[in-house]
């Protein structure tokens, strides 16, 4: 039953979505109705998918409802299950926060000549389009809403259209995410071909060899890890999601990418179904690459969104690590480790979700009240915007996987299961985790090498220029959609045994078993395993912290020691330290750089000693460009090249090829 | 109930005991350099005057400054509380395990850094940045040492490593010598040691972690230096009981536990006057020559835990 109520608040969610988005495109530029009504409706449309996704979760089985829309033979197919459930939940969350962050945030574009209503009713098709691709439950609506989703977003990107920058990374983009769709329309060609129908009922119920099986794997992670942004495929992500307005950032780093890693496993898990271990080995590969390189190019940024941005491709990177030793793990019968590891990819996957979203609404917060994305520039922002600043605090420790908060738990449980690997029976299997698990470790150290830099460079020290010194406290209803995510960020930290029992019924629908280990001990205690063999206490361990803190400030401020004098610091007796003494961002990152300059290519130019007037200059570019993309472009160049002999601009020649075309076409299939 | 006692008086035997390493090390030190050095209880002195003088914070500095020494004392403390040093068996040992050790590290090191950076001075950004690639290199090298121990135990909790290591006797495995060898070479980077930082250096250029102390005085620095001083005995005890764990009290009787603090003394004793007598004979290495050192530890680390899947789980 509540599966049903489920289906229809995800219902209604769409509406919602749908209604944000139509009100907005009536409105055309009047913002009052984009900041009281579409905006609302947005946030509204999120706490209905939060809700949604409750009812899936805590209820049983899947809920189905068939639409009479779509083409006369095949009408579009909903469907709600526990998988659909937890990630209705996940795009629920963001987008709740969005709702309350927004109406304060679009003001800053009230002035600016760009169209609101192409903002607000892209936002509204846009996430109706994630919504629609979750409830899916049919190749041709999947591909629709996919599509809607992809364009949708592209229009987005695109939004500051004046900027030429802009409009190549929105180009970019919707060449990467068509080359993808196009992959995943072909994964859908063949589980149709086998299944006899475009519905999933059929493809689910389709017997494929296992190279069959292994095409369709690859060409859905060919498809949905373009749209996720794992290297090599990563280039267009750190150029399309900084471009965007900060809250369509957020969801699009925060969520759109959830919705590839939803599609990844309801094609591979549920579709295809017959799981080899190969593909985990493969997953584990590009998951530890990605995790990697995402990971050193977002420390070597200096634009806060891009960073971010590559910081999610680091994220997703860690996500198909997890997902990888799940394939892993039951591709050689071991159902509760591929559960544990499941398990452990989707909480990573809501935990990015959050601070993610904090994030780059934060980064949003700053450049509505400094105007300013240039990490150089920034400085001292905490004691100008202290909320803002303890709120991009809690995403920082978040990210980097430091205890209490979410990030951590996440890190933890992909540990755990990797450090089951012993049972498996093949030494060449048991040697690949632990430098998977190798890699893992070394991104998270660089994560917070990363966010030390990102935090001590914008919002500890002086400023750095004029206009972030004049910044002001964001409005309220930023704040409050901050909080809201920081919040949760410290909840899905402390409680990590009520959230494993939230997404357990997935990985039972999915993987076949569940961890129920994991709050066999009551809730304080993590153990996903067995008590004896790893145990985490989240509240006890913050419980701990804060006494022990509080004790001590407590101990310190009675008493006469309580006094504190400020006074300048220090300065080698020499000059009173200026804010361009301070380590900026390139130079905090610079011995991290020289360890790891293989990776990167780096052009670097030193003035001269006798220059009067020096300027350095320094650009670390993308080896994936001159080894993929650069190839790849010259080949599609000179093969149009060769096409374009053909184009005579004779209509009777144009037919003739026509007419032969057919012919060949009806030979092959005759 | 007393073993919840136990784990509390052994939590409060870190702080306690931390400042007399730090001054038997500085006194083996002084003695092989022919000096003849301050007492072994000096650094108690040393915090007791810290913590009665008069904190000074920089007009820069935001309230982080002020809170960073709370937590990165508390974080680093209640990481040294999960790791036993007297006797085993302790309920502290489910609240947190190998991971979260690292963790709670991990938690003090990025407030420590961001003080660093908060005073907006150029020297507590230096060693920010510093200090963040020498743990962005020993973190992953910790980690894969303690995962070979916890893979050998099918445990990642501290206490059962321990105690699986008790029941192997004598066995000499090539994995923990890997682990112990890379565990080493981690230690002395992540507690600021000679060859990689030198915690007695006056020359601002040189620092890490002094470096990012600059702006610290009063009471702030006290607990600020008495963390430190609680790693290093963290780390000195994790080598010493975790592939040395002969002596550790196994039970809660007070001849089991008085005899358990005296062994893991004297074996900290040796310990301490090894790592003098390193730092006497040793310099410091360049910065960029520390993430050759790291990579060696990373390298044995892994070397242990792939010896330990292709080895010896299959045997």
Known sequence: MSLYFALLLAGLALLLALGSAGVSLLAGRRPLVLRQVAMPLFGLAGVSAVLSGLFALLGDGSATTVLPLGLPWMPWHLRVDALSGFFLLVIGLVTSAVGLYGPSYVRGFERGRDSLAALGGFGGLFLAGMLLVVLADDAFLFMVAWELMSLSSYFLVAFQHENAANRRAAFLYLLMAHIGGLAILLGFGVLAAFGHGFDFDAMRAAELSPLWATLAFGLAFLGFGMKAGLVPLHAWLPEAHPVAPSHISALMSGVMLKVAVYGFIRVVYDLVGQVQWQWGVVLLAVGSVSALMGVLFALMQTDLKRLLAYSSVENLGIIFIALGLGLLFQGTDHPTLAALAFVAALYHVVNHALFKGLLFLGAGAIQHSAHERDLEQMGGLLRRMPWTGYFFLVGCVSISALPPFNGFVSEWLTFQAALQAWQLESGVLRSLIPIASAVLALTGALVAATFVKVYGVAFLGQARSRHVRRARPVPHGMRAGLGLLAGLCLLFGVLPTQIIALIDPVAELMVGSGVPQAGAQGWLWLTPIAPETASYSAPISILLLALIAGFAIWWFRRGKVRRIRRCDPWDCGFAPPDPHMQYTATSFAQPIRRVFALLFEIEESRPPFEDAAPRYRLRIGDRAWGLIYQPVARAVESASRRVVRLQSGNVRVYLGWTLATLLVLLWIIS | ?315
């Open chain 2, 1 to 315: 109930m007393s073993a919840w006692l136990v784990a509390l008086l052994q939590a409060l035997l870190y702080p306690a005991l931390a400042p007399l390493l730090v001054g038997w090390v500085r006194k083996v030190k002084a003695r092989l350099q022919n000096r003849r050095g301050a007492s072994v209880f000096q650094p108690y002195a040393d915090l007791r005057k810290l913590l009665v003088k008069e904190t000074r914070v920089a007009h820069t500095a935001s309230e982080l400054f002020r809170v960073a020494p709370y937590i990165v004392f508390v974080a680093t403390w209640l990481a040294a509380a999960t790791v036993p040093l007297v006797a085993l068996d302790l309920p502290i040992a489910a609240v947190a395990d190998i991971i979260v050790l690292v963790g709670l590290l991990a938690l003090a090191r990025f407030f420590l850094a961001l003080a660093g950076m908060d005073a907006g001075t150029a020297f507590g950004g230096m060693g920010a940045s510093r200090e963040m690639l020498v743990s962005a290199l020993a973190e992953p090298a910790m980690l894969m040492a303690v995962f070979t121990l916890a893979m050998t135990a099918h445990s990642t909790s501290l206490q059962s490593v321990m105690a699986h290591h008790l029941a192997d006797g004598f066995l000499l495995r090539p994995s923990y010598l890997f682990a112990f060898g890379a565990l080493v070479l981690v230690a002395l980077a992540e507690c600021g040691r000679i060859p990689v930082d030198n915690p007695s250096t006056h020359l601002e250029l040189t620092m890490v972690h002094e470096a990012m102390l600059l702006e610290y005085s009063g009471r702030h620095l006290a607990l600020m230096e008495w963390a430190a001083q609680i790693k290093l005995l963290l780390y000195g005890v994790l080598i010493v009981n975790v592939f040395f764990p002969w002596g550790v009290g196994a039970s809660f009787g007070a001849l089991a536990l008085g005899s358990g603090l005296a062994v893991v003394l004297l074996k900290l004793l040796v310990l301490g006057a090894l790592l003098a007598a390193g730092e006497t004979v040793l310099a410091k290495m360049r910065l960029f020559r520390v993430p050759g050192f790291l990579n060696l530890a990373l390298l044995l680390a892994l070397l242990g835990l792939l010896s330990h899947v292709i080895l010896e789980v299959g045997a």
